[in-house]
């Protein structure tokens, strides 16, 4: 039977949400599609099959989003150029090191800062994450080098002509607590993300494209696929560092460095673990929500972060296979955490909370515990998950905060005895 037309208009209206027109779809509340659904729609239901089913996720997110990751690896060669045994008042060791990525007769150089706790019993875990403004912005110590290659022009940190200088230096030790990581035992590495690949649309020509000589990734492989697979390259060097551990180095990023770092630990199982901060699209939140930044509208304004098949997606999120819980699921049984904050509505902090719990379900499936049965924090600065995928929203904006690396140390103390 018909429905009379004003009954068919009283039901259509009733399924469009107030203050949003019929096109807009409403948020998704579920992380779809299951994370426990093969790439053919079949039910993974034991570790074996999660194993047997990993690579094709790796490989669908590498084609449909990211870009294949270069089909060999590049030479590592890490040369200490400076040490200070006496930095943070004697409590660590800081080291710097010039990494150079190699393939053929192409190079690039990469600045890598280092510090080690003095005081340790053996080997001591790391945390690696790159930093936006130059390795010399996140520590006023005199001696840290200030990059020397392309930097976007920023009057507040003194960039001038695409030039770091001397007056950034230690303008980011907020974000960077060097001496609260190393008073509980754990060193921390980092590197100019510019170093690696420099943050605008070329084409994919400059930075780590330049190194891939004719590999088929060169013409394909986004900047986010590029600054995680020279991450990857940096923990190889870690490996050159006294009293670092290179078995538990945590890979951190924020925001756009936060997708890297999903990416980074998906894509190189010898990290620890990984640390999302307010990574939002592209990152931890999930795009079928289309809350905040949307595929659409991140693709737009960086239109080389992504590998250009990813953009036929834009405002046809439904059509994706997976959504971004399946980043977070790539980390599985390694430990992930998730970390958000009130005033980070782009970012869509409830989304990103979401896409952690759809995850969960990769953990569980290996007999630990994630964030299953959890609800979203009624009030900020509230930390979630005992078990092995970790979540928290911050009150305030979107940044990185001592309060948000006192949640990630106390994360990793857990993970560190077991
Ligand atoms: C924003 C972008 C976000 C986030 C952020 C950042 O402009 O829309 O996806 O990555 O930049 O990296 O600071």
């Not at 920023?154 to 770091?164: E, I, L, P, Q, Y």
């Not at 979107?398 to 309060?403: E, K, M, P, Q």
Request: contains cysteine; proline residues 6%; aromatic residues 10%.
């Amino acid at each position: 039977m018909r429905a009379p037309p004003l009954l068919l208009c009283v039901a259509l209206t009733a399924l469009v949400e107030p203050g949003r027109t019929q096109q807009e779809p409403a948020e998704a509340e579920r992380a779809e599609p299951d994370i426990l659904s093969g790439i053919e729609g079949t039910p993974i239901s034991s570790v074996d099959a999660w194993r047997a089913h990993r690579p094709a996720l790796v490989k669908l997110l590498e084609n449909e989003m990211f870009g294949p990751m270069p089909t060999e690896r590049l030479q590592v060669a890490a040369t200490e150029v400076e040490r200070d045994p006496a930095a943070l008042g004697g409590a660590a060791t800081r080291t710097q090191w010039v990494v150079e990525l190699s393939r053929g007769k192409e190079l690039l150089s990469v600045e890598l800062l280092v510090y080690v706790p003095n005081e340790r019993e053996g080997l001591v875990p790391a945390f690696l994450g790159l930093n936006f403004k130059g390795n010399h912005t996140v520590w006023p110590d005199e001696e840290i080098r200030v990059p020397r290659t392309w930097m976007a022009n920023d009057a507040k940190f003194g960039v001038k002509d695409n030039r770091a200088s001397e007056s950034a230096r230690g303008q980011r030790t907020a974000r960077w607590p060097i001496d609260l990581l190393v008073s509980r035992g754990y060193a921390l590495a980092t590197a100019y993300y510019g170093d690696l690949d420099p943050d605008f649309d070329d084409g994919f020509r400059n930075g780590l494209h330049a190194v891939l000589g004719d590999d088929p990734a060169r013409d394909t492989l986004g900047t986010i696929g590029a600054w995680a697979f020279g991450l990857s390259h940096l923990l190889d060097a870690l490996g050159k560092v006294d009293g670092l551990d290179q078995e538990r180095v945590a890979v951190f990023g924020h925001s756009r460095l936060g997708k890297t770092a999903l990416w980074a630990g998906a894509t190189d199982p010898r990290f620890w673990f990984a640390i999302s901060n307010n990574s939002g699209c592209g990152g931890a939140a999930l795009s079928r929500r289309r809350h905040g930044e949307t595929v659409k509208r991140i693709q737009e304004v960086f239109p080389h972060w992504f590998t250009t098949r990813f953009r036929r997606y834009a405002d046809h999120e439904d059509d994706l296979p997976f959504d971004q819980h399946h980043l977070i699921a790539l980390m599985a049984p390694r430990p992930v955490y998730v970390a958000s904050a009130s005033g980070d509505d782009w970012a869509d902090p409830r989304g990103e909370f979401l896409a952690a719990v759809g995850a969960t379900p990769a953990w569980e499936l290996h007999g630990l515990r994630g964030l299953g049965g959890a609800t979203f924090p009624e009030a900020p600065d509230t930390a979630l998950g005992e078990g092995s995928v970790g979540y928290h929203l911050r009150s305030g904006k979107h940044d990185v905060t001592a309060w948000d690396w006192a949640r990630f140390l106390d994360f990793a103390d857990r993970h560190r005895e077991r």
